[in-house]
């Protein structure tokens, strides 16, 4: 090991458990070097800083007993987005709970909690959903009572049907087109701050005009034409705005086309 990384690995495995006790700072001294490593440093450092010991249980329990306690997040954040640290994530607790649940508990009952990119570091990390997953999502949506709630049960909800990192996080950068669709399927504005649909339709062939086919798609598969059409009568907007699209309309994301279709397999 060259002497630079060697100082930097003994200052880690300093500064790694101090941080474990007091994770108030946003980061600690040498924290990006396990991304410099190769992998028989790596095995060395994991093999050195022992999780399992400093958090004082079993490894598959490292991640539950770090979500269950909201004073170590920034250190949880750390641990679960720096891949190099070996951590068990396809584990259950005592309670049949997932490490995927355990992040949707806190994100759901929380404000400001950055589950979506847990997520998809969990899915880098070989997460795999399971039925606990899906039927613990399906619960939730008993719970929701306003609509930050609903937009929240939907990212959930989307990470349990894509079951896939790289699709997820296709979602996560459409999730005004995904909302756009939703309300069309539930017939009325979702995310959104508008008294109806038209609204809805109107800034949707406006602003997401790489995804304008399959959002006209869905409004005609979850049976909203007549009503945006009746909606529309007295100014016209969506009328001209649908037309200047389709003879406008620029290259479509297929990308995110396969996605919707999957999230919504009506609008196939």
């Known amino acids: 090991m060259e002497y630079w990384k060697e100082e930097m690995f003994n200052l880690f495995l300093v500064e790694f458990p101090k941080y474990y006790q007091d994770p108030s700072p946003d980061y600690f001294q040498g924290n990006n070097l396990p991304g410099k490593l190769r992998k028989e440093e790596l095995n060395l450092l994991n093999e050195k800083i022992d999780l399992p010991n400093l958090i004082g249980c079993e490894r598959r329990m490292v991640l539950h007993e770090l979500l269950k306690d909201s004073s170590k997040d920034k250190f949880t954040f750390y641990v679960i987005n720096t891949l190099e640290i070996n951590c068990e994530v396809n584990s259950y607790d005592s309670l049949k709970n997932t490490v995927f649940i355990e992040i949707a508990k806190r994100y759901f009952n929380q404000e400001n909690w950055i589950a979506p990119y847990l997520i998809s570091s969990l899915f880098k990390r070989g997460y795999k959903i399971k039925g606990e997953d899906n039927q613990f999502v399906q619960d939730?949506?008993?719970?929701?009572?306003?609509?930050?709630?609903?937009?929240?049960?939907?990212?959930?909800?989307?990470?349990?049907?894509?079951?896939?990192?790289?699709?997820?996080?296709?979602?996560?950068?459409?999730?005004?087109?995904?909302?756009?669709?939703?309300?069309?399927?539930?017939?009325?504005?979702?995310?959104?701050?508008?008294?109806?649909?038209?609204?809805?339709?109107?800034?949707?062939?406006?602003?997401?005009?790489?995804?304008?086919?399959?959002?006209?798609?869905?409004?005609?598969?979850?049976?909203?034409?007549?009503?945006?059409?009746?909606?529309?009568?007295?100014?016209?907007?969506?009328?001209?705005?649908?037309?200047?699209?389709?003879?406008?309309?620029?290259?479509?994301?297929?990308?995110?086309?396969?996605?919707?279709?999957?999230?919504?397999?009506?609008?196939?």
């Open 140 to 268: 939730l949506y008993k719970q929701i009572k306003k609509q930050y709630d609903f937009d929240k049960w939907a990212t959930l909800r989307y990470a349990v049907k894509l079951n896939d990192q790289e699709k997820f996080e296709i979602a996560q950068n459409h999730t005004r087109e995904l909302f756009s669709i939703l309300s069309f399927k539930m017939g009325k504005p979702v995310h959104f701050n508008f008294p109806n649909l038209i609204g809805v339709a109107n800034n949707a062939i406006s602003h997401y005009r790489e995804s304008g086919d399959i959002i006209l798609k869905s409004i005609d598969r979850f049976g909203r034409t007549e009503k945006i059409n009746k909606l529309d009568e007295r100014k016209g907007t969506f009328k001209r705005k649908r037309l200047e699209y389709l003879e406008n309309k620029p290259i479509q994301n297929k990308e995110f086309e396969e996605i919707a279709t999957e999230l919504f397999p009506e609008i196939k």
